[in-house]
DNA sequence: TGCTGTCGATACCGCACAGGTATCACAGGC
DNA sequence: GCCTGTGATACCTGTGCGGTATCGACAGCA
């Protein structure tokens, strides 16, 4: 009489996203009709209105609004139990590592590595990314830790062991005069008029304000420096802008930042707890070491290979 | 292929508590066999075994443990999802506050009127609980906020808001000699010999050690302390110890307890901050006021009271 | 060793409901 | 007016849930 199915939660919430029958029942794989009656049985055992059908298209109730907020969590906490359950019946009793691509290349090496070696550490899985995935991917138990990054990343629900602290360089067009110098400040890269920052998705799937184009993956972003339309901030050690057409300038007044190994807070794993430590041991030593993570900063390429002069790209390069 | 239902989950979580089909069926109020029909399709749709069907019963495998200790909160997120939804729908916008029976009974007074009066603050439904249970309201969504106690209550995942901060009494039986005393120290109410300290679960069910009995309602312990079977600590404001066989003894060194207004960290209901900032607000003016929660303490009985000499009660009255 | 009780698995049956197709009802646009 | 787009309704079919009856395996016991 009152409790809600997974399958009809997941029913909702599409038609909450896409606020279209036909379009949401496409997207669930099945046909309109079922769609319809699915969302007033769920109304009527619930005996709230959580859709307002006006003629010219579909809106939400203030409980649609509830029930939307709520359902993301709830779906996620059920996609993660039977994920975790999945994985912890495998034979194999690897961990799976979700980072974004390119991101603490230098660490994440040592860490495969250090897995691979030590017996009484388990094999590491790794699930490379894009920016901003690994919150999801651990609350739906894709993944059992994430390298991710303060104060930028959604650490909410997670417990964090800080591994290392970093500076931020620009990553610009080689063919910019900004790319000339040694090192920048903050207020030297933003608001450059041709050179707008690009703009990430906030958690929330929506994007700030700005002139920059919306990007959400790091081929994307990549693309766009190497055409000259854009700059962006990422911390010294990513390496998945390494093109020939980029150039990193360290900016020196950009707010570091930490990178972290997380895991979902109610994570009991003593693996998880084991990979922490010793993810935590090799970050302290990597610091001081030899090949110190502050010595990966890629070095600015020297103003002397830059082949053409300076030229604005187009505006927006969308596909 | 690879989705869990609620109802499933729920069959599962049962067989797991009871480890028992004949008993998980009855609880669930269906008949055996389907139950075990349900649990084989899920252990062969994820492709795990979730319990090792021996002949001398029945035992979680590694896998079963793993979705046990999810399923808890999924289930949890899931209900507090229709919750929540069924209550924003409801035309009664009031808002749900969750308390252990008898604490802080002037600020809860002060609350409820300040909501009457103030037009622009909800309605305040009391739901009036045993000790420990108002985490498990918050989380399945049966109740908006809750009073809960800083360090003992479980905590993790709430916001909260802190708004007094008191000393505890003793309650022990008028007969028993330590009543006579105007103030006790921690040392002298632990390892009493004949009124050892009652034993609160801990927040996943078990009991800690100890020679006191195992409690889990207030009129429980109350009725023990009148039988002068034992004693036990409570902030100085709570209501629920005011029999006439109690005596309250302030206990100089215990560890002061704050009472805190809890809600979920998810929760972005106006009303909640609203009732957050009343709350505090009340707690700062009432604490220094006339009516003040200091003053509220229970004046120990004085020793002239006692009816009759101590006699040690029955060890354990166990019903 | 056979009897019995316990407990989970299996067999079989009826019904509820999910999902499909076809169609309707109604608003807007040309 | 007709056409298009959108959600609702009508009707059909198959899956599968839950119920009863029964089996099969083992423990305890005389």
Redesign the interface.
């Known amino acids: 009489m009152?409790?809600?199915?997974?399958?009809e939660?997941r029913y909702f919430s599409a038609v909450a996203e896409e606020l279209h029958f036909g379009r949401a029942a496409e997207r669930l794989g099945i046909a309109q009709p079922p769609l319809s009656r699915a969302i007033r049985r769920i109304e009527s055992r619930?005996?709230?209105?959580?859709f307002e059908r006006d003629r010219r298209g579909v809106a939400l109730?203030?409980?649609?609004?509830?029930?939307q907020?709520?359902?993301g969590?709830?779906l996620d906490?059920?996609?993660?139990?039977?994920r975790?359950?999945?994985r912890?019946?495998?034979s194999e009793r690897s961990l799976v590592l979700a980072t974004k691509a390119g991101a603490s290349h230098q660490l994440l090496q040592r860490l495969l590595e250090e897995c691979a070696a030590q017996s009484d550490l388990p094999p590491l899985e790794v699930l490379l990314c894009e920016v901003g995935e690994q919150a999801g991917l651990l609350r739906t138990?894709a993944a059992d830790v994430a390298l991710m990054h303060r104060p930028v990343d959604d650490l909410?629900?997670f417990d964090a062991e800080e591994l290392l602290t970093e500076n931020q360089v620009a990553i610009v067009p080689a063919a910019h005069p900004l790319a000339r110098s040694v090192e920048l400040t903050l207020a030297e890269v933003t608001d450059v008029p041709d050179l707008p920052m690009a703009r990430w998705p906030r958690l929330d799937g929506t994007y700030p304000e700005g002139p920059g184009p919306e990007v959400h993956t790091q081929t994307d972003i990549a693309q766009r420096v190497a055409l000259g339309t854009c700059l962006l901030l990422i911390p010294a050690s990513s390496r998945a802008w390494q093109w020939p057409e980029h150039v990193a300038v360290p900016v020196v007044d950009a707010p570091p930042l930490t990178t972290v190994l997380a895991w979902p807070?109610?994570s009991?794993s003593p693996q998880v707890a084991r990979i922490a430590r010793t993810a935590a041991r090799l970050a302290a030593s990597t610091e001081q070491g030899p090949i110190g993570m502050s010595r990966e900063t890629p070095e600015p390429k020297t103003p002397g290979l830059q082949l053409s002069p300076w030229t604005p790209g187009p505006k927006r390069a969308r596909s």
Chains 1, 2 share one sequence.
């Open positions: 009152d409790e809600l199915e997974v399958r939660l619930l005996g709230v209105q959580l109730t203030e409980a649609g609004r509830v029930l907020r709520e359902a969590p709830a906490a059920m996609t993660a139990a039977v975790r359950a999945r912890a019946g495998a138990g909410d629900g807070a109610t009991t």
